[in-house]
């Protein structure tokens, strides 16, 4: 979820990836090399990141990763179901409402 | 990933390059060299952070030994060289104890070499039917599935 939510903005390569996660998360979430590649090897197994054709003159060494359609619409049914979570976490005031955002 | 490890890397690096070797092939020709860049990036970074260094190499280790486990598993081999390994020991098994229990006569020793022989071809060849046997079940369909 952390990488294809790093992916929803823009497309970017994997050391950005590593960067908007840590972004996202304050920190908390720090993804080593490995795990990284290995998460987008199966994200693109699945159908839902691919690798984006550049031009040469953008950089030429790096590869770039995209949502697909299907990226884009599980990472909205992951969210869906993570809101609909935290509302029921927030009716049994598991969750303060400060934290609304 | 360059089949050489280039000599002007800083040697961080270049362990690092070194222990890339260790992932399964594909996984390496796929990221490899996307993973030693990062790599010295990440490295960059944390020299600038105070103490920031040795925490960055413990977290790329604790990293490095989850997933190059993680990705030989996917690739189905252990499983494979396991079945292999444990499908002929287990047949000699049978035999030896199926020998012990039928009243079988001696042979002479000439006998016993050619006897020798033919359970060490019918091991080896075990192993080389198991090991096609779980290539087909388990990387085969795993190929498949990739070009789908």
Known sequence: VHVLLALAGS??????IQKEVQRQTDGRVRMGPGTLYGTLQRLMESGWVEEVERARDVDDRRRYYRLTKGGREALKAEMARLDALVKVARAQRLVSDTTRG | ????????????????????????????REFAEEMA???????SEAQAARGGLVTFRARICADFLKTVLFQWARTGLPAIALVAAIVPLYTVTLLARLSQSTPVSI?????????????LVTVVLLIVVSTILMTVLFVHPRLKRRAR
């Open chain 1, 11 to 16: 497309e970017r390569h994997g050391y950005a």
């Open chain 2, 1 to 28: 990933m360059s089949s050489t490890i280039p000599r002007n890397l800083p040697i961080d690096a270049r362990i690092y390059r070194a222990f890339l070797y260790l992932y399964p092939p594909q996984f390496r």
């Open chain 2, 37 to 43: 860049r990062d790599f010295n990036e990440a490295t």
């Open chain 2, 107 to 119: 042979p002479t020793e000439p006998d016993a070499e050619m006897l020798a022989i033919v359970l």
